[in-house]
């Protein structure tokens, strides 16, 4: 293994895989902290550690770090999401700090930046489009709203260590320009690296080649192939085979509230598809069950349907007045569980999954422990397979990502 991924949700870590795999690496992604790990370039372990106590968030990392490392990984890499989704108390900041001291580095990078799809960072401040983080949709996100663009800020209120900033100018210069901002000032420090363009992620990406760790969201993965190829280590494999999707019938899961999933969710159902509206406060009153949600799909005609709980902020607001912030979440996510047992039983081998937590929770109740990468849907969303259990085809969706008719496109690609 030349490269040990950690991903702090599942959504986010096939992101990575298909990042790696797009730059010829052999990929595999994990779930959970592994026990045994398959042969492969990059191995990228998915945990369900972003909205977690910090204290949990570390001890899995760790335990996934020293996993991956006798296993024989050379770099380690901290994936977290391209909006910087975090509180004040982390969890982006002490997991960076734990596997600092555990590797003895004294420097790595924090880079969330995804130019492809519109996430830059310009003088510290990270962008969503043409927006700054704190002036775009996750505002208001229901579990980590992030209200702050400057990254340097919100960094060091995660952590002890200290915080630098390496500008896009430096980075304009070149490789050796950024290997030099790294190498100045005292020990460990965790800089925020600026980048506009793809082809400042490639110098970033040469600049770091022999951190032992770095940390960022995917689009910093865009020019590590190349340094172990560079180097030697990665040498031309074959082609992956062409996996052959399951046969059997579609659903999409969609619990992700966020701007983009909206769009996706009035797209779908502007197509015509059925769809079936997921209540927190319904299934918290007995009104609504998993066992009616997964009855209605089945009893639908051979077509992908949708089931949803995506919703406006403020209908979020209100579930979380009356149910509780963590409540609503949990109940929403033990729905969307139940139900996709009960469709993967009855036949359903095809299934979209919005959201990280909701494909964490997806993902887990159906006894997935490992995935293969297939092909791109859109930037960060590639169809999975699954290597273990029932044989099913999955794409697991950020909710931020994809565009407004990504789960109506989403089939051709099988």
């Not at 026990?35 to 492969?40: G, K």
């Not at 570390?58 to 024989?72: I, Y």
């Not at 910093?220 to 280590?233: D, M, Q, V, Y």
């Not at 009855?295 to 051979?302: F, G, N």
Request: a neutral charge; proline letters at 5%; glycine letters at 10%.
């Amino acid at each position: 293994m030349l490269l040990g991924c950690i991903a702090d949700d599942l959504t986010g870590a096939t992101d990575l895989a298909l990042m790696l795999s797009r730059g010829g690496m052999r990929v595999v992604q994990v779930m959970g902290v592994p026990e045994t790990l398959p042969d492969a370039d990059a191995i990228v372990v998915a945990l369900k550690s972003r909205t977690i106590p910090a204290a949990e968030a570390v001890d899995l990392s760790l335990a996934s770090a020293r996993a991956l490392l006798r296993a024989g990984a050379a770099q380690l890499y901290f994936k977290y999401c391209s909006t910087f989704d975090s509180t004040d108390q982390g969890n982006i900041g002490p997991v960076t700090g734990a596997l600092m001291e555990l590797l003895g580095s004294t420097v790595t990078i924090a880079c969330p930046a995804f130019p492809e799809n519109g996430r830059t960072i310009f003088k510290g401040h990270l962008f969503v489009g043409d927006r700054l983080l704190s002036d775009s949709p996750m505002r208001d996100h229901p579990l980590t709203p992030m209200r702050n663009s400057n990254l340097v800020e919100v960094l060091h209120r995660q952590t002890t260590r200290q915080v630098g900033l390496i500008q896009y100018d430096t980075v304009e210069q070149g490789p050796d320009a950024v290997r030099a901002a790294l190498s100045a000032g005292d020990g460990g420090k965790i800089f925020i690296v600026d980048a506009l363009r793809d082809a400042h992620l490639r110098t970033i990406g040469t600049a770091i080649a022999d951190l032992r760790l770095i940390t960022g969201g995917s689009g910093i993965a865009l020019g590590l192939p190349e340094n172990f190829r560079r180097s030697g280590k990665l040498r031309a494999s074959a082609a992956s085979p062409r996996r052959t999707a399951p046969g059997g019938r579609a659903a999409i899961l969609a619990g992700s509230c966020s701007a983009a999933t909206q769009g996706q969710v009035a797209a779908a159902i502007a197509s015509g598809m059925p769809a079936c509206c997921v209540s927190p406060t319904k299934l918290a009153d007995g009104s609504q069950s998993a066992e009616e949600i997964s009855a209605w799909a089945i009893s639908q005609p051979p077509q992908p349907v949708l089931i949803y709980s995506t919703a406006a902020p403020g209908a979020v607001k209100s579930a979380q007045a009356a149910l509780g912030t963590q409540r609503a979440a949990e109940i929403v996510e033990q729905a969307f569980a139940a139900v996709a047992r009960a469709l993967v039983r009855n036949g359903f081998s095809r299934l979209i999954v919005a959201g990280g937590e909701t494909s964490g929770a997806v993902v887990q109740s159906l006894g997935v422990r490992a995935l293969a990468i297939g092909d791109e849907i859109d930037p960060g969303v590639p169809w999975t397979y699954a290597l273990d259990g029932a044989e099913l085809a999955l794409a697991l969706k950020s909710g931020n990502f994809g565009a407004a008719d990504f789960f109506t496109k989403a089939w051709a690609k099988l």
